[in-house]
Nanobody, 115 residues
Framework: VQLQASGGGLVQAGGSLRLSCTASGFSFADAIIGWFRQAPGKEREGVACISNTDGRTYYVDSVKGRFTISRDNAKNTVYLQMNSLKLEDTAVYYC?????????WGQGTQVTVSS
């Protein structure tokens, strides 16, 4: 299994970033996929999730209306479009895949929002 996350960086408050996570080594189309984040001194929290059947999406309240999770099964890639970024969105972001009874984590990508 190989997971490669990218797209993090430094952005000013109000700006946008798009995270990507490309996976191989398992059935991507069958995976339930999520994005999590962990800020310094805080526990890891779920941010968004997308189903493996009907593409339904779920978001934590703090990002609703600002973040969008999407998947491209042909490219084995999941995206997290983040708009109107806030200081409190600063964290390491991780992609997560649940497939075939196994749980896989990406290596994390840092997102830093500055004032």
């Amino acid at each position: 299994v190989q997971l490669q996350a990218s797209g993090g960086g430094l952005v000013q408050a109000g700006g946008s970033l798009r995270l990507s996570c490309t996976a191989s080594g398992f059935s991507f189309a069958d995976a339930i996929i999520g994005w999590f984040r962990q800020a310094p001194g805080k526990e890891r929290e779920g941010v968004a999730c997308i189903s493996n059947t009907d593409g339904r999406t779920y978001y934590v309240d703090s990002v609703k209306g600002r973040f969008t999770i999407s998947r491209d099964n042909a490219k084995n890639t999941v995206y997290l479009q983040m708009n109107s970024l806030k200081l409190e969105d600063t964290a390491v972001y991780y992609c997560n895949f649940w497939a075939g009874g196994y749980n896989y984590w990406g290596q994390g990508t840092q997102v830093t929002v500055s004032s």
